[in-house]
């Protein structure tokens, strides 16, 4: 029965402990935030969210020029050296006592989470053979969910316990167990760089950068679009069930329950075929059907009482998180088999500014156009992802004759790595 459920080599057994351990980290040191910010740090709500806000700008800027430093100084020590600078600084957190060293701090932490993440996934593509690669990261995600679970526990234990030093003990927690991640995090396998990659470089010159290749930045917009389900997981559903809903505020807890119980069991699932061009595509338009079912089943909801009410917020929530789980798996896909591997980080870049531009702009978008339009501003979000599915398309179809014309390579495998 374990067998079923731990990844089947060493290699990707190895990176899915560590998912749960820096999640562990991470996840109880988010289900705190709030709280940290307010009674210790002394900050108000609206001056937690302008920090986060310059955070997330710092993110943006630096996602292009971090994920070339990775092709330049390599993705391992990229993410070695990030993941142990970023658990020195949360042992700062305590020091904190006002809003400029709490802007301070929470940049500079977003600069080296920023730069540890280019270089993570850099790695996590590279190191893997591309039969094995979206399983691999599949299997990462449950586990991440894994980690983020526990890591909601013993916060909230410390929540619940109350007192001043439990609460300043969680960045505690977090810096030592990412001391721990850092130290799993040179453990790992070196990876080489392709010699493909060297070969076409020697022959043809360096591959040409990835913001030249249209259809993949479209792509990325595309992508991230689609990612905006966690927006509506965890920004939308809750607002509007307790702003527009006559259901218990308590459904809460089983929501995100669902959300995590369904994303630990079924993501490799959800993966499977992913791992090529087409069988992103067709996640990516199962995410689009889960987007617009769920947008249609929630609207309905303002209109419901009772158990009805219950039940078709349930039932918004799974289809959402099957949105999430089908985008993850075409998100895979698509960064595997449409980046020039010669120039992994500085396609990874490209790709992550999807991600980071969503948090800027989905979270007051989003909740505007439900709670304030209802019905049609539900419809708009649908329409939306509607869209980005549909254009993923021939953008995917663009990226894949970009890279036949410039003679991308593939990234293999350190030897022995994947097969351990």
Known sequence: MISRILPPTKLERDLALQCVLSAFATGSFLTGTAVFFTQIVGLTGAQVGLGMSIAGVVTLLLSLPLGRLSDHVGAKPLWAVGALVEAVLYFAWPLVGGMGSFILLLALLSAISTAGNTGRNVYRIAVFPRDVRVRALAYMRAARNVGYTLGALAGGIALAIGTREAIVAVPILTGVLLLLNAAMVAMLPRIDRPATAARHDEEDGPAPPAWRNHGFVVLSACNGVLTSNQVLLNVVVPLWLVERTDAPHTLLAWL??????????????????????????????????????????????????????????????????????????????????????????????????????????????????????????WAVIAGLAVLAAVVAHPAARAAERYLERAGASYAGTSAGAAAS
């Open 256 to 377: 995100f329950g669902t959300n995590t119980v369904m994303a630990v069991a079924l993501q490799v699932r959800a993966s499977r075929g992913s791992e090529t061009v087409p069988g992103a595509l067709r996640a990516v338009r199962l995410c689009g059907w889960s987007f617009v079912l769920s947008c249609l089943v929630i609207s309905a909801t303002h209109e419901t009482v009772g158990w009805v009410s219950i039940a078709l917020i349930w039932l918004g929530h799974v289809t959402i998180t099957g949105a999430e789980l089908w985008q993850s798996a075409s998100d895979w896909g698509f960064q595997s088999e449409l980046s020039d591997h010669r120039r992994l980080g500085d396609y990874q870049g490209v790709w992550s500014l999807g991600y980071q531009a969503g948090p800027i702009i989905f979270p007051g978008l989003y909740t505007f156009l439900a709670l304030q339009w209802g019905a049609p501003g």
